[in-house]
């Protein structure tokens, strides 16, 4: 579904967020991606979503395939006809549109009975929002606000669906509620998932493989389970707490020979 | 009373144009965060155009045929100007449409000439009298176009898809194209609309008083009512416009025989003293500030 060979991508020309980085999501599989800040993350959402010119960025060296087709370059609207959505850091949904109109701007391709019929299931799978259908959308929880995109999202009609760090600024219930409409959406409706995280616990339980980035380079690939016993991603992604301080160093220590 | 009215129906007749031009001027505000100063320039071209259209088309005619090469001149203008610029230093954007203005100006002479022209042949008279009150021909035509275009383009970006694309792109470019929605084009749309905008009153003005560059003066009046009404108000420039038209016709009643050319500058005056109580103008809402 969507190959990522040796990608380098260089902001403002001289800043480099990704240095060589490659991975596969397959057709019909859950991907994660790992990473602590300035991993190179998001520059990786924004490649594939080809909206790297928007950010002053560009790809220097390497290839992005989607569907078989290069990529690399293509512009976001082409890409989202063929199926690939990204949904970006930071809840990018239109705050000063009601969640009707977001759906609206975000089902915009689908026929006027289409968009109906799509509107209506989203509101289905989320009472609260449908509720709340004819307020601001900024003035919607943060938790109301993650469903809405990724309502949003299904009304793009995706392939694969490319979520950048939708557990931001949620409580961890929510979170695990959030995982969970992913995980569901996922299966029923048979797309790929790319799901990019820094709260690797809840990303972990829906994934079928799991890449780790660290300063623009993968430092680990493996399939869930492997990364759930990995001593250092366990160690060093899913709980400072069970580590302590002196643990955690030891393994800064360890990781230089990674 | 009756020797009021009349000035209160050509101040709303003139009103009605500013509202055209400043709802124009405010949507590409709006959708692209653009200060247009060649709007003035853009009014200009329309007119000109419909004056060459109705060299050999009667007069209503030539207005519908200028209208879409004025918007296809908007579209061009966003794609030759504008999107380049798009991103980069508000100053940029700024200087690039001043110099846009001052390259219309002398390609528009060039073209055309310097000296006044005519509109040849003219609209239905549709001048009526209400009572004691004659109610112009001019009045009827501006007022008649206006205000449907102008009600009608305010229910357009409130209810149609395209204007919740428009209002999507204008507060969040990346997401819109994230999304897959054309923002380019749904942009030099935005440009074609408000050139189309300036153009219909660039005609309905040089029917009155003919196409010269004094028209560029009227366009200037854009910026006092569309601050006035709330940059980012379509409703309020409308509304402002026509609150200023009627000023003005009020001013030219009263204060012009004591303070000669103070019309002039009323615009600007009013709208000093109104950013002092609403510093968003008068419809402009306060944002949403990001925490």
Same mark, same amino acid.
């Given at each position: 579904?969507?190959?990522?060979?040796?990608?380098?991508?260089?902001?403002?020309?001289?800043?480099?967020?990704?240095?060589?980085?490659?991975?596969?999501?397959?057709?019909?599989?859950?991907?994660?991606?790992?990473?602590?800040?300035?991993?190179?993350?998001?520059?990786?959402?924004?490649?594939? #979503?080809?909206? *790297?010119?928007?950010?002053?960025?560009?790809? /220097? !060296?390497?290839?992005? %395939?989607?569907? &078989?087709?290069?990529?690399?370059?293509?512009?976001?609207?082409?890409?989202?006809?063929?199926?690939?959505?990204?949904?970006?850091?930071?809840?990018?949904?239109?705050?000063?549109?009601?969640?009707?109109?977001?759906?609206?701007?975000?089902?915009?391709?689908?026929?006027?009975?289409?968009?109906?019929?799509?509107?209506?299931?989203?509101?289905?799978?989320?009472?609260?929002?449908?509720?709340?259908?004819?307020?601001?959308?900024?003035?919607?929880?943060?938790?109301?606000?993650?469903?809405?995109?990724?309502?949003?999202?299904?009304?793009?009609?995706?392939?694969?669906?490319?979520?950048?760090?939708?557990?931001?600024?949620? #409580?961890?219930? *929510?979170?695990?509620?959030?995982?969970?409409? /992913? !995980?569901?959406?996922? %299966?029923?409706? &048979?797309?790929?998932?790319?799901?990019?995280?820094?709260?690797?616990?809840?990303?972990?339980?829906?994934?079928?493989?799991?890449?780790?980035?660290?300063?623009?380079?993968?430092?680990?690939?493996?399939?869930?389970?492997?990364?759930?016993?990995?001593?250092?991603?366990?160690?060093?992604?899913?709980?400072?707490?069970?580590?302590?301080?002196?643990?955690?160093?030891?393994?800064?220590?360890?990781?230089?020979?990674? | 009373?009756?020797?009021?009215?009349?000035?209160?129906?050509?101040?709303?007749?003139?009103?009605?144009?500013?509202?055209?031009?400043?709802?124009?001027?405010?949507?590409?505000?709006?959708?692209?965060?653009?200060?247009?100063?060649?709007?003035?320039?853009?009014?200009?071209?329309?007119?000109?155009?419909?004056?060459?259209?109705?060299?050999?088309?009667?007069?209503?005619?030539?207005?519908?045929?200028?209208?879409?090469?004025?918007?296809?001149?908007?579209?061009?203008?966003?794609?030759?100007?504008?999107?380049?610029?798009?991103?980069?230093?508000?100053?940029?954007?700024?200087?690039?449409?001043?110099?846009?203005?001052?390259?219309?100006?002398?390609?528009?002479?060039?073209?055309?000439?310097?000296?006044?022209?005519?509109?040849?042949?003219?609209?239905?008279?549709?001048?009526?009298?209400?009572?004691?009150?004659?109610?112009?021909?001019?009045?009827?035509?501006?007022?008649?176009?206006?205000?449907?275009?102008?009600?009608?383009?305010?229910?357009?970006?409130?209810?149609?898809?395209?204007?919740?694309?428009?209002?999507?792109?204008?507060?969040?470019?990346?997401?819109?194209?994230?999304?897959?929605?054309?923002?380019?084009?749904?942009?030099?749309?935005?440009?074609?609309?408000?050139?189309?905008?300036?153009?219909?009153?660039?005609?309905?003005?040089?029917?009155?008083?003919?196409?010269?560059?004094?028209?560029?003066?009227?366009?200037?009046?854009?910026?006092?009512?569309?601050?006035?009404?709330?940059?980012?108000?379509?409703?309020?420039?409308?509304?402002?416009?026509?609150?200023?038209?009627?000023?003005?016709?009020?001013?030219?009643?009263?204060?012009?025989?004591?303070?000669?050319?103070?019309?002039?500058?009323?615009?600007?005056?009013?709208?000093?003293?109104?950013?002092?109580?609403?510093?968003?103008?008068?419809?402009?809402?306060?944002?949403?500030?990001?925490?």
């Amino acid at each position: 579904m969507l190959s990522v060979e040796n990608l380098k991508v260089v902001y403002r020309g001289v800043i480099l967020a990704l240095d060589g980085v490659s991975l596969e999501v397959g057709a019909k599989e859950a991907v994660a991606l790992l990473g602590p800040n300035g991993a190179g993350k998001s520059s990786l959402v924004r490649a594939v #979503a080809g909206l *790297l010119p928007k950010f002053e960025g560009r790809v /220097l !060296d390497g290839h992005i %395939r989607f569907l &078989g087709q290069d990529t690399t370059h293509l512009d976001p609207v082409r890409l989202s006809r063929m199926g690939l959505t990204a949904v970006l850091e930071g809840r990018p949904l239109f705050r000063y549109l009601t969640p009707v109109e977001n759906l609206v701007a975000a089902g915009h391709r689908l026929s006027p009975k289409e968009l109906k019929e799509g509107m209506e299931e989203v509101f289905a799978r989320f009472p609260r929002l449908y509720e709340r259908r004819h307020e601001q959308a900024g003035y919607l929880s943060g938790g109301e606000q993650q469903m809405l995109l990724l309502g949003m999202a299904l009304l793009t009609r995706p392939k694969l669906l490319v979520v950048d760090e939708p557990s931001l600024g949620l #409580a961890p219930k *929510l979170v695990e509620e959030v995982m969970a409409i /992913l !995980d569901a959406l996922r %299966r029923e409706k &048979g797309l790929s998932l790319l799901l990019v995280e820094q709260n690797a616990r809840a990303a972990l339980n829906i994934v079928d493989r799991v890449y780790v980035l660290e300063r623009g380079r993968v430092v680990f690939e493996g399939d869930a389970r492997a990364a759930k016993e990995d001593q250092d991603v366990m160690e060093f992604y899913l709980g400072k707490e069970e580590v302590g301080f002196r643990q955690a160093r030891r393994y800064r220590r360890r990781k230089r020979w990674v | 009373m009756s020797d009021l009215l009349p000035y209160l129906i050509g101040g709303l007749a003139n009103g009605a144009l500013y509202g055209l031009l400043a709802l124009g001027f405010v949507l590409v505000y709006r959708a692209t965060s653009v200060v247009n100063f060649a709007i003035g320039e853009f009014l200009l071209v329309g007119a000109y155009l419909t004056y060459t259209f109705a060299l050999f088309l009667p007069l209503g005619l030539a207005i519908l045929a200028a209208l879409p090469f004025a918007f296809l001149f908007g579209v061009l203008v966003e794609r030759g100007f504008v999107r380049p610029l798009l991103g980069r230093n508000v100053v940029a954007v700024i200087m690039a449409t001043i110099g846009l203005a001052a390259a219309l100006d002398g390609a528009v002479q060039l073209l055309w000439g310097p000296d006044l022209k005519y509109l040849s042949g003219s609209l239905p008279d549709l001048g009526f009298h209400a009572g004691e009150v004659f109610v112009s021909s001019r009045a009827v035509w501006n007022l008649l176009l206006a205000l449907p275009l102008g009600l009608g383009l305010l229910w357009l970006l409130r209810r149609s898809k395209y204007g919740v694309l428009v209002r999507a792109i204008s507060e969040r470019e990346v997401a819109a194209l994230a999304l897959g929605i054309p923002t380019a084009r749904v942009l030099a749309g935005v440009w074609g609309v408000s050139a189309l905008l300036a153009t219909l009153a660039g005609a309905l003005l040089a029917v009155a008083s003919g196409v010269g560059h004094n028209l560029v003066f009227f366009g200037m009046k854009v910026f006092p009512v569309a601050i006035l009404g709330g940059l980012d108000s379509v409703g309020g420039a409308l509304l402002a416009g026509f609150l200023l038209g009627v000023l003005e016709a009020l001013s030219q009643r009263y204060l012009e025989p004591l303070l000669p050319g103070f019309t002039e500058a009323l615009p600007f005056l009013v709208v000093l003293l109104v950013l002092l109580v609403r510093p968003y103008g008068l419809l402009g809402e306060r944002q949403i500030e990001r925490v």
